[in-house]
C-alpha cells in the first residue's frame, strides 16, 4: 500500500498557561423519570414528540412491548395515562394529507384522519400501507403533503429503488402508491443516502456512491447530490444531477458512510455532516454548506468514536435552534449547539448507564415547565432490563455575556498539492485560535507513526 505524506492528524492542546484560562466542565443532563427496570421494551420501536396534539399540548408517544404506542403528557414524573393509542409503532409524522386544513397523522404502517387540529386523530386508521415513512412534504407542488419512505443507508435498494410515495389527494383510499427508481444518471455504484427539501422547495436525493475495482487508483467512494422535479401529472420525478464529492482511496482519506442532514427552521442555510475514516473508530468529522447545491466544506475537527449523528429537531438548551448529536462508545452521548453547526466542543454530555446499547435519543418537548425542552433515553433491545429515561435539557450559558468562539481551536486546510504524490512535499495550514502548546502527530495509512512536529 501506498504511503502518504500526512494520513491524519492529532492536535493535543497540552498548555493554555500563556492565557490564564481554565477549562470549564461539560454540564451533564439530569434525570426527571426512569421506568421501572423489569418493564423491559419499552420505547425499542420508537419515541416521538407531537406538538399541539390534546388540547392544544404537546404530547410524547412511547411504543410498548407488544408493539402498539401509547401517547403520553408527562404532566409529572410518571405520567403514563395514554391518551390516544397508535395501533403500530414507528415514528409519528403529520400533514396535511387531504388538503383540508387539518393536520392528519402516520405512525409506521397506518394513517390517520386528523378531525381537528390541537387534538388528537380518529382513532382508527383510515388507511394501512407498505412502506417504513419518515417524512412528509409536498414533494409535487399539487397543494397536498405527501408520504415519503426514504430508502436511507442503502439497506432497501437492491431492487433499484430510491423511495416510495403516498401521494396526497381529497380522498385517502384513492392516494396513490409510487416506487420511484433510480434514474438514468444514477448508476449500480450509488445507494440512496438522505433525503430533504431544498431551499427552492424541491426535494433533494444524496446519493452514497463506491466501487471497489481490482485497481486501488480507481477505488472511490462518495457523496452525489440530486434535486427531484415534478411536471404536473407526473407520478416520478425527474433527476438532476447537482454536485458530488468523491475521494480515491489511493490519494484521500476515505469517506465513512453514516452522515447527516442539519436543517433548522430559523435559518436558511443546509448542512451535510460527513465522516473521515482515519482507522477503526477513529474519524474527521466535516461539515459541508449544502444549501446552494455544492458541498462546501466549511470545517473538519477529529471525533473519534462516533458511530452515530443524528438531529434533536429540537433545542435542549436556552436557544431556538434545533441541536445534534452523536452517539459514543460506553452509551455516551454528546450534544452540540445547533444553529451555525460549527462548534465541536459539546454542550451537553451524558453517560446512559444501562445493559446493553442505547437505541437513540429523541427530543420530547418540555416536561417540567422551564421552557426549555427534554429529551427521553432508551435501548434498542426488548429483553435487556428498561433503560427508559426522561432527561431535563438545561441552559448552557451563565447570565455573563461571554464572547462565543465559533468552531473549534484550531482548523485545518486541505494538504496541497492534491492528489498527494509519494516523496513530494506537500503543505498543510492549520489555522489556531487559542494560544498554547500543540503537537501535530503524523501517521501513515497502515496506523505507522511517522513524526511529531511541536509549536508553541
Given amino acids: 500500500m501506498k504511503n502518504l505524506i500526512i494520513f491524519f492528524i492529532s492536535i493535543a492542546v497540552l498548555s493554555t ?22 418493564e423491559q421494551g419499552l420505547g425499542q420501536y420508537g419515541v416521538s414528540h407531537i406538538p399541539n396534539f390534546y388540547h392544544g399540548k404537546d404530547a410524547m408517544a412511547v411504543s410498548i412491548k407488544n408493539g402498539t404506542m401509547e401517547t403520553w403528557l408527562n404532566r409529572f414524573p410518571g405520567d403514563r395515562e395514554s391518551i390516544f393509542t397508535w395501533q403500530t409503532s414507528g415514528t409519528i409524522l403529520y400533514g396535511d394529507l387531504n388538503g383540508d386544513g387539518i393536520r392528519d397523522y402516520v405512525c409506521g404502517t397506518r394513517i390517520y384522519r386528523g378531525i381537528q387540529n390541537g387534538e388528537p386523530p380518529e382513532s382508527g386508521t383510515i388507511r394501512a400501507i407498505s412502506m417504513q415513512p419518515n417524512m412528509i412534504a409536498d ?18 435498494s437492491g431492487a433499484g429503488l430510491v423511495a416510495q410515495l403516498v401521494y396526497g389527494g381529497p380522498d385517502f383510499k384513492d392516494m396513490k402508491v ?3 427508481p433510480c434514474a438514468t444518471s444514477m448508476d449500480s455504484t450509488m445507494d440512496g443516502e438522505k433525503m430533504y427539501i431544498g431551499t427552492d422547495g424541491d426535494l433533494r436525493f444524496l446519493m452514497y456512491s463506491y466501487k471497489r475495482p481490482k485497481d486501488p487508483r480507481r477505488d472511490f467512494a462518495g457523496y452525489i447530490l440530486f434535486r ?4 404536473t401529472g407526473d407520478t416520478v420525478p425527474t433527476f438532476e444531477k447537482l454536485s458530488d464529492t468523491i475521494r480515491y482511496r489511493d490519494t484521500d482519506i476515505p469517506f465513512q458512510r453514516g452522515g447527516a442532514v442539519y436543517q433548522s427552521k430559523y435559518h436558511s442555510n443546509i448542512y451535510f455532516i460527513a465522516r473521515e475514516a482515519l482507522g477503526t473508530s477513529n474519524y474527521n468529522v466535516i461539515f459541508y454548506n449544502i444549501s446552494n447545491d ?18 434533536l429537531n429540537l433545542s435542549i438548551n436556552e436557544d431556538k435552534y434545533e441541536d445534534w448529536f452523536n452517539r459514543t462508545t460506553g452509551n455516551n452521548f454528546n450534544i452540540f449547539r445547533g444553529g451555525e453547526v460549527l462548534d465541536s466542543v459539546p454542550i451537553i454530555q451524558h453517560h446512559a448507564d444501562c445493559q446493553g446499547n442505547i437505541n437513540n ?10 421552557s426549555i425542552n427534554d429529551i427521553a433515553v432508551f435501548l434498542e433491545s426488548s429483553i435487556a432490563p428498561n433503560c427508559f429515561r426522561i432527561m431535563l435539557g438545561r441552559k448552557t450559558t451563565t447570565g455573563v455575556s461571554e464572547p462565543r468562539e465559533q468552531g473549534s481551536i484550531f482548523t485545518l486546510t486541505e494538504p496541497t498539492p492534491h492528489p498527494l504524490s509519494r516523496g513530494k512535499i506537500a503543505t498543510l495550514s492549520a489555522i489556531i485560535i487559542k ?17 511529531d512536529l511541536k509549536r508553541i
Fill in 228 to 231: 427531484g422535479t415534478w411536471k
Fill in 294 to 311: 455544492i458541498f462546501e466544506q466549511k470545517i473538519k475537527y477529529r471525533m473519534d468514536n462516533a458511530p452515530q449523528i443524528n438531529m
Fill in 361 to 370: 435519543i429523541v427530543a420530547i418537548g418540555d416536561v417540567n415547565g422551564d
Fill in 435 to 451: 494560544q498554547g502548546i500543540y503537537i501535530l502527530e503524523l501517521y501513515d495509512l497502515g496506523g505507522k507513526h511517522v513524526a
Fill in 139 to 156: 414533494v409535487n407542488h399539487d397543494g397536498y403533503d405527501d408520504i415519503i419512505d426514504c430508502y436511507e443507508g442503502g439497506g432497501r
Fill in 17 to 38: 498557561i500563556a492565557v490564564g484560562q481554565t477549562a470549564k466542565a461539560i454540564p451533564e443532563l439530569q434525570e426527571w423519570w426512569r421506568a421501572p427496570a423489569d
Fill in 178 to 180: 409510487v416506487s420511484i
